[in-house]
């Protein structure tokens, strides 16, 4: 290489030397070279030479060579040293004994005597070692046979991927040993037959026949089992099987066994293809010891995306459905959602289908959703009104008639039913057909903004029962003008040193739609909008189509920033907005507070990047009236280094606030994890020896009712080659019942591979905020050269 590198610059310096006088000629350049590829191509192995190197050379030349004292074969990514080596050119041969070296693409293999045909990498390696550069896994075997360069079978052998330290008394924390191991690197997985799995010295597992990978490729095989005590089910156990179907298809595959209910038996299954993908989860529980029945779930999530001739078709689905009302109450988690922390929110089950085709301004959608309450005798829940269907039309253009207006046209019709509840049908069951015709000019100027709009909002309501105080029909066409105005000022600025680019943000919002009394309408898909400072300044202060606010406000802001002039990075900000409504709102849902004249609450929002280990954002609202805080939140969160995490949340809201009355909350939320000792560790922050504790958890503490409403906490366990967690969930399930849940398990290190679904990964990845699994850092796979002799 280095050869090379100084033809290069003598060709370089030669070229200027000889045209000095024409400088149009571009200038020579260094090309990478071949020889440093990380896989060799077969066509251009077979072209490279064979170095020798040794105390002594003897031998005919062609022929063959003998090497004796510090002897070296080197061809390619393959280095054969020992005490001497004997090469047979014809065949391509080498026999070496004493001291034998053979380091192949990173992987090094040592033993007392070798014979190998080199380029086919077949023979024989006796009392050897070896270890592999990917996964770290070594072991000892009484002899080695290599078949060809990807399948060597491993005699009387050991495997683990426990790093040996330099104790003379050292001994794996665990280890297979089998009586036969091939290792296949082409799928990257070794398979031991006849031995046994030992931990900490005691046989465990049998091992007649078991697979293990050998890089982090996907393969079939057991991920580590799950030990739980459950406050409702009792003692579980898990134990996971991942299917690797195909490269594009995969399953999991998990029976649990619970004492006080029996065998429940969970399948996930994920498709990927050009089109279309997809996951299925599935749960059964025969026959439940403790409801006397079978207890059954599914969730099937599908996306379809296809390009014709006549436009995008999509079709989605997402179906969820449960056995009993009880189901929440008595299991951890829903298929399809991995949410338990605060699974009262897991009552409302929703089932939907989408069936959608666009082609340019033009898109037609048609969406059904049904839901499925899962009732409970001390908190009913009214159900929700079923879609069946809803069909939509859309036409949106940046373009239209005149250059720079935004025209946006929408029409949909839908039928609302809601299931029978306590025996009795719904009585407000029925047709809504709504339109929307929105158009824009916003005008963009070189240090602002300013967007004139105006809709027109139509709607007729069909239903299905009607009376003396109800008509049959009820139509609506409301007018809504608003206007959107923004400056931009920018300067440049010091802050604690450092040189920043600072904006001020002032907007006011203008927004009017006359009232028309809409009462008598149910409310089908309609809620309050929360007060932040997106909602601040819109048109409507309610979602969805049954409702919409007579407005009349301006809504004044300001907000600054502070801005990385290298790459415009956002490190503070800090807005504050107000409403000035001037005239009482009358358009209400019935339990919210409505609107009055004069100004509304103050909001005040910032946010702040200190550095690259702590950020804090905030929210207060507050009432000028009563000189108190209507509502607030801050949060905080610090992250110095790998797998340390630290995040905190304060949130209040008052009684009796502008946005909804008696819904008072007072909440703190802590999240973490970090290391409970120092320990070696390696780049990535993992324990490298002896190793490392960790603590994770989240407990969510409500102060209002002065209890602690959701918790999980943790501890973890990274010895190098194996990784032990313990895990304890309390989660409520109603105002005065809970669940509580204490989970094991293990992993060995290059022998088990956990998936994101494995538990109790999954609680701790989903409710701590920050959180990341031990040993996640996927591409990092070394180079042959980390290891190059």
């Known amino acids: ?31 990478s070279s071949t020889r440093l590829e990380e896989v060799i191509a077969p066509a251009l192995r077979d072209q490279l030479p064979s170095y020798i190197k040794a105390e002594q050379i003897t031998g005919q030349a062609d022929i063959n060579s003998v090497l004796e004292g510090g002897a070296e074969l080197r061809r390619a990514d393959t280095v054969i040293r020992a005490d001497r080596v004997e090469y047979t050119v014809a065949d391509d041969t080498v026999n070496a004994q004493g001291n034998v070296h053979i380091n192949r693409g990173g992987n090094v293999y040592q033993g007392t005597a070798l014979k190998l045909q ?32 990807d399948n060597t079978i491993v005699y009387q052998a050991t495997y683990t991927t426990c790093l040996r330290d330099d104790a003379a008394s050292w ?7 089998a009586k036969r191991i091939e290792l296949d690197r082409v799928e990257d997985v070794g398979v031991a037959y006849g031995g046994t799995l030992e931990f900490k010295g005691v046989p465990i597992i ?50 649990t066994l619970m004492s006080k209910r029996g065998v429940s038996l969970g399948t996930e299954f994920r498709y990927l293809e050009p089109t279309y993908r997809g996951a299925l989860d599935l749960e059964f529980t025969p026959n439940d010891k403790l409801r006397d029945r079978d207890r059954w779930a599914y969730n099937w999530k599908h996306a379809t995306s296809l390009a014709t001739p006549i436009g995008g078709i999509g079709l989605n689905w997402n179906l969820t459905r449960v056995s009993d009302d009880n189901y929440w109450r008595d299991f951890s988690r829903m298929p399809g959602n991995s949410d338990s922390f605060g699974q009262s929110n897991q009552r409302l089950l929703s089932s939907d289908g989408y069936l959608s085709w666009s082609s340019g301004k033009h898109s037609v959608s048609l969406y059904a959703q049904k839901w499925q309450v899962l009732q409970d005798i001390d908190a009913p829940i009214a159900p929700p009104f079923n879609r069946v269907p809803q069909l939509q039309w859309r036409y949106n253009t940046d373009a239209w008639a005149v250059k720079g207006w935004d025209v946006n046209m929408m029409a949909e019709t839908t039928r609302f039913e809601a299931d029978t509840w306590d025996g009795r049908k719904h009585q407000d069951n029925g047709q809504r057909s709504y339109g929307l ?107 969805g189509r049954d409702r919409i606010a007579d407005n009349h406000l301006l809504t004044i802001g300001v907000t600054t920033r502070y801005l990385k002039p290298e790459d415009g990075s956002e490190v503070a900000r800090l807005g504050i907005a107000q409403r000035l409504r001037f005239e009482d709102q009358r358009v209400g849902l019935g339990y919210d507070a409505l609107g009055k004249k004069g100004w509304s609450d103050i ?113 973890e366990y990274d010895s190098c080659c194996w990784i032990g967690r313990v895990v304890v969930e309390r989660m409520q399930n109603s105002r005065n019942d809970s669940n509580t849940r204490l989970l094991f398990q293990i992993e060995f290190v290059g022998l088990s591979r956990l998936s994101l679904g494995a538990d ?21 796979t070394p180079s042959r050269f980390s290891n190059y002799d």
Not at 3 to 30: G, I, V
Not at 172 to 177: A, G, M, S
């Open 1 to 31: 290489m280095a050869w090379a590198a100084t033809t290069a610059y003598n060709a370089q310096a030669q070229s200027k030397e000889s045209s000095l006088w024409d400088a149009s000629m571009p200038a020579l350049q260094l090309k």
């Open 118 to 149: 080199v380029d086919a990498f077949q023979g024989d390696f006796t009392d050897a070692t070896y270890q592999f550069l990917e996964t770290q896994g070594h072991g000892n075997a009484d002899r080695i046979e290599f078949i060809d360069r």
């Open 171 to 177: 001994t794996p924390d665990w280890v297979i040993r």
């Open 206 to 255: 049998p091992v007649p026949a078991m697979s293990f990978p050998l890089s982090d490729k996907r393969k079939s095989g057991l991920l580590p089992p799950t030990i739980g005590i459950d406050s409702v089910s009792g003692v579980e156990y898990s134990q996971p099987y991942y299917w690797n179907i195909a490269p594009n298809r995969d399953a999991t595959i998990t029976p």
């Open 437 to 543: 015709l929105q158009v824009s000019r916003p005008v963009l100027l070189s240090g602002g903004f300013v967007t004139p709009k105006v809709q027109l909002h139509t709607s007729n309501y069909q239903f299905e029962d009607f009376s003396a105080t109800r008509p049959r029909s009820k139509s609506f066409s409301i007018p809504t003008l608003s206007l959107d105005s923004g400056l931009v000022y920018e300067r440049d600025t010091t802050l604690r040193g450092r040189g920043y680019t600072q904006t001020l943000e002032p907007r006011a919002f203008y927004t009017y739609t006359p009232y028309r009394d809409q009462s008598m309408v149910p409310l089908y898909d309609t809620a309050l909008t929360d007060f932040n400072f997106g909602s601040i300044y819109s048109e409507n202060s309610y979602t």
């Open 603 to 715: 909001l005040v929002g910032g946010g702040i990047t200190w550095n690259s280990r702590w950020s804090t954002d905030g929210l207060v609202q507050y009432n000028r009236d009563t000189q108190r805080t209507a509502r607030s939140s801050i949060s905080a969160r610090y992250t110095p280094g790998p797998y340390k995490t630290l995040s905190a949340a304060y949130r209040f809201q008052r009684e009796d606030s502008l946005q909804i009355a008696n819904q008072g909350s007072e909440q703190v939320d802590f999240g973490w994890q970090w290391p409970l000792n120092a320990g070696r560790t390696n780049a990535f922050g993992e324990a490298t020896g002896g190793g490392r504790w960790y603590s994770v958890g989240r407990l969510n503490y409500s102060m209002y009712d002065k209890k602690l409403v959701d918790a999980i906490v943790g501890f």
């Open 760 to 780: 109790p990964l999954r609680s701790l990845q989903e409710f701590v905020p920050g959180y990341r699994p031990l040993r996640d850092h996927a591409g990092t």
